[in-house]
């Protein structure tokens, strides 16, 4: 400790206007490109890469780790060019991650409030009445990760979340009943976007349809709710994390959504009301997700 207080009053004895000025410049800049990228998927990416640089020069200027700073020295060039591309997919999700710590985990970015119930019982409503119709539907609610690149490929609508709506947008030959719609907060951005589709790692039923893997897609690269209702079988699923549930009914379907309103739960609803139907789970089982048929 007071070899950091002595590194600490070193650096402060050195900072002069000019120090200032450098330091302010940098945050502009910084500020300014997470301004640009506001909004999307590169926000929470662009957040965690920041977060471990400056720890890592922290850990570097502040305490004395020859080591650690022998192996960066000696390795980093190289892993600048190989770690990118082996490891592509994994670093994404891992930095997503980072981005997006010590904030809350519930969509809209608000906490819970009365304003959400309605947009919930309008979801399980329509799902139910999709399912029994069997007429297809995907509908995805944006929590903390931006989807406006997603928004900006289907019709902006920016409505307020009705049963009817959603009946009237995925009725079977409509204009809008092709794509998913997304929610934001209490209103329907969007509808007839497109989503990307999964990478078929976590597919274990290889008989589902495009709908399915869209909304395993979408959780995969962004930290959203995808509700989605099969048109040949009209089972409703919900994925989140690259995991899905299927075969619920509106009253489960209700139970899981409102599990997303709760404000600072660092654990996965899906995950829990899974492992709540289970006796006794153990440890693998809190970490894995079961896809049902």
């Not at 994994?90 to 519930?106: D, F, P, Q, S």
């Not at 092709?178 to 929610?183: E, F, M, S, T």
């Not at 690269?221 to 994390?241: L, P």
Request: charged share 20%; hydrophobic share 45%; glycine share 8%.
């Amino acid at each position: 400790m007071v070899e950091l207080l002595n590194e600490l009053s070193f650096f402060l004895s050195r900072l002069d206007w000019l120090s200032l000025v450098d330091i302010l410049l940098v945050t502009v800049v910084i500020f300014g490109v997470l301004a640009v990228v506001r909004g999307t998927q590169a926000e929470v990416l662009l957040r965690g890469i920041i977060f471990l640089v400056v720890s890592i020069a922290l850990l570097t200027t502040f305490f004395r780790l020859r080591a650690f700073s022998w192996l960066l020295r000696t390795t980093l060039p190289a892993l600048l060019f190989s770690i990118p591309v082996i490891f592509a997919p994994e670093i994404r999700r891992a930095l997503e991650r980072l981005g997006r710590a010590g904030t809350t985990i519930h969509f809209g970015g608000r906490d819970q409030n009365t304003s959400v119930q309605p947009v919930i019982e309008a979801i399980a409503i329509a799902a139910q009445r999709l399912s029994e119709r069997r007429h297809g539907g995907l509908i995805v609610i944006e929590r903390q990760v931006g989807l406006k690149d997603y928004v900006s490929t289907g019709v902006t609508l920016d409505a307020t979340v009705t049963v009817e709506l959603l009946l009237q947008i995925f009725y079977p030959n409509t204009p809008l009943h092709d794509g998913a719609v997304i929610l934001k907060d209490d209103r329907l951005i969007a509808a007839a976007c497109v989503m990307p589709l999964t990478s078929g790692e976590n597919m274990t039923d290889r008989q589902v349809g495009l709908r399915h893997r869209a909304a395993l897609g979408i959780s995969e690269v962004s930290d959203a709710v995808a509700v989605v209702v099969s048109e040949e079988t009209g089972i409703i699923s919900v994925a989140h994390n690259g995991r899905m549930i299927r075969r619920l009914d509106a009253g489960r379907l209700r139970h899981i959504l409102t599990a997303f309103y709760r404000p600072r739960s660092s654990t996965s609803p899906l995950g829990t009301l899974w492992r709540g139907s289970q006796a006794r789970p153990t440890e693998r089982d809190k970490e894995k997700e079961v896809m049902g048929d």
